[in-house]
């Protein structure tokens, strides 16, 4: 019973924090390089312009449902078995998700690493 | 890529690892959390440790999202995951979990799927060239509009 609580505290943290992810990073890429922003205007108007970007409050939200479901999913199962298992599908979900909503290109060298490093948090939940 | 953009980067690994090890630490001490108890929930930010790894995610969001804004996605998550290395390594130090012979294989694939992908470029190249434009400025006011 605890099984099935853990698993579907994975399955809500993978599909929220894609989402969050995706948004993210699109809304930060808007936003533009944060360093040389920071050097030419400041840190206030650097955190204003990235509040004004809607789809950061949107990945935000996404976010903290990922992290409250990692909060239950982490008092449900063991740590070595829910931070692998959903790191190891939110990470093969992202790489599907960037490369159709970001249009990110996905060579073989990232599909590559994309695939070692989701396999080996398999065999690290194993 | 610049020796600063990879302590960006070593920041995110090092932060959420602290932040996923001390939330953890905090919610041993609370026990499970049911769906009947939603209070449980909200207090269990006043445990000092959920404080602390709080405030570490918080630290690993801002470095999150500086790597967001000058790499692309696919570039920044596979960095991301030598965290999981790290928080194995914590769980069998810190709270003697046990790690299997194929969990080490694992923890040596993730990290080989890093220098994958850290050797890589970290933009698309797509985007890359069309920065160098002289009408990209046109273009992304137009994304911005």
Known sequence: MRDIYAWSAIGLIILASATGDVLLSYSMKRVGHVGELWKRSGMLALIGRILSIPTFALGLAAMGVAFYSLLFGL??????????????????????????????????????AALLVAGGVVLMAI | MTFRKYLVLAGITLFSTAGDSLLARGMKDSGSISLHNISGLLLVILNPWVALGILSLLAFFSCYMSALSWADLTYVLPATSLGYVLVAFIAHFGFHEMISPTRWIGIMMIAAGVAFAAAGPSVSPMRGHRAAEPSSEAVSQEVNS
């Open chain 1, 75 to 112: 008092s449900w199962g063991n740590l070595s078995l829910v931070v692998p298992a959903s790191a190891s599908l939110t990470f093969v979900a992202n790489a599907v998700a960037a490369r159709i909503f970001l249009h990110e290109r996905v060579g073989r060298r990232r599909w590559l």
